[in-house]
């Protein structure tokens, strides 16, 4: 049987700014822009959630709801990125098995390391904190379990510096109280449904899938002992990719930059339909000798733009190819990917340009959807058009490779 653990940082951006300003500990604190600015708060310290202020929310909404003495800061995009490599850094001394499931949470699969810590998983996940805090000094709470889907119910239920265990065979009696949409998969409108058809709590759900009357009730009594809950260390973060190989190895740099911008406009275009936004780029060169080498930096901020991706991935491929030097292959890689629109997209200053730049890109997008590739397209691909065959959906390249880099 497996042991499951998902850890979840308690009011991360918040909590990264307390950590580096100790002077806003203890006083409601939100993150996402100042007093009288518009946008929305990314996110509220536990002192504030207390006066009932809420991630997303606006934060003149939030000011109303706030004493005087409540502080306002921007966000740091770069900098949480940076804890939460750290974090994850942190937890891979515990267990290789981490798989990071956004910028501030990761499941591990503790099975096969729980005997260093007397095969009690109380101990190993206090130790976890302990280290996350003297690490990073910021606080977790952690769900332990047999399967992900109870670990996270867990994680969440006694935040923040929370820490719940649930035993194997105890999952339905800790489940069976709580409200359905505790369930990862039930949002507010299934949640609507469901409780108009008398359905509140999970135990009602699990009563009616008992009878037969409810695939999700169903699917829950099986992702309640872990069927296909698997986590998955060479999945731990979600990224998206593109790389080719070239049909010849090349040292012309028109060429190779065409070609760079290309990949990076290919991840984008993923990242808009999956309405996501990268933190990080990552580029990669292979040499003629097969050497492989490649960098990664936090873009400035989260953005799903290729120009915003580009202008960073270009300054990396300077960084690890040294002029005239022949290569194989190139390929480039959007990771630690957050939602577009949600409250990380309203924190940076160039927040209004790069949100009329994604518009633009949405339109040009279904341009090329519909009148095929070659209708619009930006001017740096065109090195391309001599070198590779064009269809609608865009040049064919000698070898696309789609994994992860
Ligand atoms: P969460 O883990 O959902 O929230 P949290 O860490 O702020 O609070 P909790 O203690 O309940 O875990 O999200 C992690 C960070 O991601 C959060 O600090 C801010 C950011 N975020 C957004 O930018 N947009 C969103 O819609 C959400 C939910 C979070
Ligand atoms: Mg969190
Ligand atoms: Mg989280």
């Given amino acids: 049987m497996r042991t499951i653990m998902l850890l979840d940082m308690d009011c991360f951006f918040a909590s990264v700014e307390m950590a580096l300003h100790p002077e806003l500990r203890g006083v409601p604190l939100c993150v996402g822009g100042l007093r009288g600015d518009r946008g929305i708060v ?17 934060l003149r909404t939030a000011e109303r ?25 942190t937890l891979e001394d515990f267990t290789p ?62 935040k923040p510096d929370g820490l719940v265990v ?16 505790v369930i990862p998969g039930i949002g507010p409108k299934t949640f609507e449904v469901m409780r108009a058809r008398g359905i509140a709590t999970v135990g009602d759900l699990l009563r009616e899938a008992r009878a037969g009357q409810s695939h999700i009730g169903q699917r829950v009594l099986e992702r309640m002992v872990g069927a296909g809950e698997e986590v ?11 790389d080719t ?3 010849e190895d090349t040292n012309d740099a028109g060429r190779i930059i065409a070609t760079l911008y290309y990949l990076t406009e290919r991840c984008c275009k993923a990242l808009r339909v999956d309405d996501l936004c990268a933190t990080t780029v990552t580029v990669k060169v292979r040499f003629t000798d097969f050497h492989t080498v ?6 400035d901020a989260p953005t799903a733009n290729e120009e915003d991706v580009f202008r960073t991935a270009r300054r990396l491929l300077g960084m690890v190819l040294p002029p005239g030097r022949m ?48 209708s619009i397209q930006w001017g740096i691909t065109y090195a391309l058009r001599d070198v590779c065959e064009a269809s609608d959906e865009g040049y064919r390249l000698h070898s696309p490779v789609y994994e992860l880099i």
């Fill in 294 to 299: 490649q960098k990664q930096a936090t873009l």
């Fill in 97 to 158: 098995d981490v798989e990071q499931v956004s910028i501030d949470e990761a499941y591990m699969d503790v099975t096969g390391c729980l005997h260093f810590w007397g095969g009690d998983p109380v101990r190993m996940a206090m130790a976890a904190k302990e280290r996350v805090r003297s690490a990073c000094g910021l606080t977790v709470s952690i769900g332990v379990a047999r399967a992900r889907m109870c670990a996270k119910i867990a994680a969440g239920a006694h």
């Fill in 245 to 247: 190989t070239f049909n």
């Fill in 65 to 89: 709801l706030l004493p005087p003495e409540a502080q306002f800061v921007r966000g740091h995009h770069r900098l949480y990125g940076e804890y939460s490599e750290r974090v994850m850094k």
């Fill in 232 to 242: 998955h260390r060479d999945r731990r973060e979600q990224s998206m990719s593109r």
């Fill in 42 to 58: 990314a996110c509220p310290n536990y002192e504030a959630r207390k006066y009932g202020v809420r991630t997303a929310m606006p």
């Fill in 327 to 374: 290569i194989r292959l190139v390929g480039v890689k959007v990771s630690h990917l957050v939602p577009a629109g949600g409250a990380i997209g309203e924190l940076e200053f160039g927040r209004r340009s790069s949100e009329r730049l994604q518009q633009l890109h949405r339109k040009l997008d279904a341009l090329q959807q519909k009148h095929g590739y070659q």
């Fill in 166 to 181: 649930v035993r194997p065979g105890e999952e339905e009696e800790f489940l069976t109280p709580l409200p359905v949409d």
